[in-house]
């Protein structure tokens, strides 16, 4: 707020200081809320229930929204967004009316979940998805899972219509727990990796908020999809062959077939990731190759058993936890060797037209630091994720 304060007739220039006065301004709203006490702060006809200096720094507030409106229109759209929260009508939401306290949400109590009696008694080889079901089916829609060992609770819902209310309504620092081995393992194991980011999977809150603001020029653009249509189609058409080659005479794949999709998927984020080709879709696979895909699945079994399941690892290390680590240093290797040579290979033959540019370019010249993390987070988070958007996309295709 202070580069408002400093000039009658403020300019700005770019995105991240409009972000940097966007995170003030919400602040500075909260505040009010805790100070006055009201609901209806911002409805400045009826003044007798707040405070001076709660109408004050409103009022304030409203003039500098509509400095900033005025003087940046390619970012109206934000301000719209924002203004419309300070809007009287949707100050409260009715649904707060009927709400149930926080405490009376069912869900396990924390000695069943450390006895194992919720789960028969097989929590150890229990699957997500049978924990998933075995919850709904015990709970309902919603559940709240109590902290054990060191962790917060959980809130598990089985409704879409909660997810669309909690992303309407999480605000710019949103906090989503990600997986706290990834968290441990690249702020104290590997900080020289890293540098103390997080990534957008790990990363919450403000910090969050900077390093989306980074990669989101970049990311989103509509016209950085159109740099990979050639390339992603090549590489589906070269799928395409190899099923036409692994049918047999019912047209049925053979029972191995999640192995040709992890690699297609590994050769898919290769190119979206480093603008390289793997070979994934060869006959014979790479070593590296073989190995990401064999890590990753590995590790997403050994997370979900040290950050789902009840675990000691906070306060004991235990066998499966110093697994995981030697499995994440591994990948590390590999990934970053794959990023170093994109780096380089990218650096001795630089692509003239910013407009053609890949992703990785772009974000080394914003920040190397954050391109790299952003790289490895693709190659990681990748190939489940775009296994199973194509196993669901067929799903709905022949239901």
């Known amino acids: 707020l202070s580069c408002f304060k400093s000039s009658p007739n403020p300019v700005v220039e770019d995105f991240p200081l409009l972000t940097l006065m966007l995170s003030e301004m919400n602040l500075l709203i909260h505040e009010q809320l805790k100070r006055s006490n009201v609901l209806n702060y911002c409805n400045f006809q009826s003044t007798s229930n707040l405070r001076a200096d709660t109408l004050s720094d409103c009022r304030e507030l409203e003039a500098m929204l509509r400095v900033i409106s005025g003087r940046t229109s390619s970012y109206s759209v934000a301000l719209r967004s924002l203004s419309t929260k300070l809007t009287p009508d949707d100050a409260v939401d009715p649904a707060w009316a009927s709400a149930m306290p926080y405490n009376k949400i069912p869900g396990p109590s924390v000695t069943m979940m450390l006895s194992g009696i919720l789960f028969q008694g097989q929590t150890k080889d229990l699957s997500i998805m049978d924990m998933h079901r075995i919850m709904r089916d015990s709970y309902?829609?919603?559940?709240?899972?109590?902290?054990?060992?060191?962790?917060?609770?959980?809130?598990?819902?089985?409704?879409?219509?909660?997810?669309?209310?909690?992303?309407?309504?999480?605000?710019?620092?949103?906090?989503r727990r990600g997986m706290d081995t990834f968290v441990y393992y690249r702020n104290k194991v590997r900080p020289d990796v890293f540098k103390g980011m997080g990534g957008l999977v790990n990363e919450q809150g403000e910090s969050w908020q900077r390093f989306r603001t980074i990669?989101?020029?970049?990311?989103?653009?509509?016209?950085?999809?159109?740099l990979y249509v050639d390339k992603l189609d090549a590489v589906a058409r070269e799928f395409m062959e190899v099923i036409h080659n692994l049918r047999n005479e019912k047209n049925e794949m053979p029972g191995d077939f999640h192995h040709w999709l992890n690699r297609w998927a590994l050769e898919?984020?290769?190119?979206?990731a480093l603008d390289t080709r793997f070979g994934c879709l060869e006959k014979e696979l790479s070593n590296d190759s073989r190995?990401?895909?064999?890590?990753?699945?590995?590790?997403?079994?050994?997370?979900?058993?040290?950050?789902?399941?009840?675990?000691?690892?906070?306060?004991?290390?235990?066998?499966?936890?110093?697994?995981?680590?030697?499995?994440?240093?591994?990948?590390?290797?590999?990934?970053?060797?794959?990023?170093?040579?994109?780096?380089?290979?990218?650096?001795?033959?630089?692509?003239?037209?910013s407009d053609s540019q890949s992703v990785l370019e772009k974000l080394l010249k914003v920040d190397r630091h954050v391109a790299v993390v952003m790289a490895f987070d693709m190659l990681m988070a990748g190939v489940d994720t775009v296994l199973i958007i194509w196993s669901t996309l067929n799903l709905i295709f022949d239901s």
Not at 149 to 162: A, Y
Not at 215 to 226: A, E, F, G, S, Y
Not at 268 to 272: P, R, Y
Request: glycine share 4%; proline share 6%; charged share 25%.
């Open 215 to 226: 990669v989101n020029p970049v990311m989103m653009q509509p016209k950085t999809i159109r």
């Open 291 to 353: 190995d990401i895909i064999k890590y990753i699945r590995e590790v997403f079994q050994l997370t979900w058993k040290l950050d789902v399941l009840p675990s000691i690892w906070k306060f004991y290390k235990t066998s499966t936890f110093n697994k995981l680590m030697a499995l994440l240093d591994e990948l590390t290797r590999i990934v970053m060797s794959k990023v170093d040579e994109a780096i380089i290979r990218m650096e001795n033959n630089p692509t003239q037209s």
């Open 140 to 175: 309902g829609d919603l559940v709240r899972v109590p902290g054990v060992l060191g962790r917060k609770d959980t809130l598990m819902s089985f409704s879409p219509d909660d997810y669309e209310k909690l992303f309407r309504t999480e605000g710019q620092w949103p906090n």
């Open 268 to 272: 898919t984020i290769g190119v979206l």
